[in-house]
């Protein structure tokens, strides 16, 4: 696969949650794909479908219809123990609450994913330059927001994965420490070439992203490209 092929490809994505009177229809007819590389913003109201959408394509869940392939493999075609497997080597999740243990130090958060992977990142080399490697023998509660979701990041990067996905990645942060946030995964998408896909309520990230797509009622109503980027630096809300 080339660097200018999609890395993710979606086609016909469909699911919904209950039966009978109680069904509900959360994605119908998905297909977009996101070449190699990019990042790629995902926006969409509460209740669109954004986080069933991280969930299927991070293979948390099966779609109930359509194709989901990850770096040139069907991941709806995988067994349960394949599916935990592809986790394992091709994903790193960055959540909105950061979810890191709290009886571990920072370093070793990040520790506990480098023994997930057969080709990680040197820990210390990483948290050098996610600008923690001074905090790394602190406890989460005794750093910043700012630097909980550094080391989160870290955790999820020291599997060297070929995708991201981002849940609200500043969602809990201010407006400085989010954009310190958005200039370092900028700094990460740039160094390591990991494809990034981004839920966000924060509309000022298209600007810094190479994709968009946009969710209303489970459908999508937006899937474009920017050839206008705007350093994450310079972004306002």
């Keep these: 696969m080339t660097e200018n092929e999609p890395f993710l490809r979606i086609a016909s994505l469909a699911k919904g949650f209950g039966q009978g ?64 497997e592809y986790r394992r080597r091709e994903l790193g999740f960055i959540f909105q609450f950061y979810n890191l243990v709290p009886d571990l130090t920072i370093r070793e958060n990040v520790e506990v994913c480098q023994h997930l992977s057969k080709d990680p990142l040197p820990v210390d080399d990483l948290l050098q330059s996610l600008g923690i490697y001074d905090q790394r023998s602190k406890f989460p ?36 420490t989010s954009k310190e946030i958005l200039c370092l995964m900028e700094e990460v998408n740039r160094t390591f070439g990991c494809t990034m896909v981004i839920v966000t309520h924060n509309d000022a990230i298209r600007h810094m992203s190479h994709h968009v797509l946009r969710l209303r009622d489970g459908r999508l109503v937006e899937d474009a490209r920017n050839d206008a980027l705007v350093p994450a630096a310079e972004l306002e809300w």
């Design 141 to 176: 509660n005794q750093v910043s927001g700012g630097q909980q979701q550094r080391c989160a990041i870290g955790r999820a990067l020291v599997k060297n994965p070929g995708l991201l996905l981002c849940d609200e990645p500043t969602g809990a942060l201010d407006y400085k």
């Design 21 to 84: 009177a109680a069904h509900v229809q959360v994605l119908s007819d998905i297909t977009c794909q996101v070449d190699r590389g990019e990042i790629c913003v995902l926006f969409g109201p509460s209740g669109s479908g954004k986080s069933t959408f991280l969930n299927l394509v991070g293979g948390l869940e099966r779609p109930d219809a359509g194709q989901i392939e990850v770096g040139g493999t069907d991941i709806c075609s995988l067994s349960d123990r394949d599916l935990v």
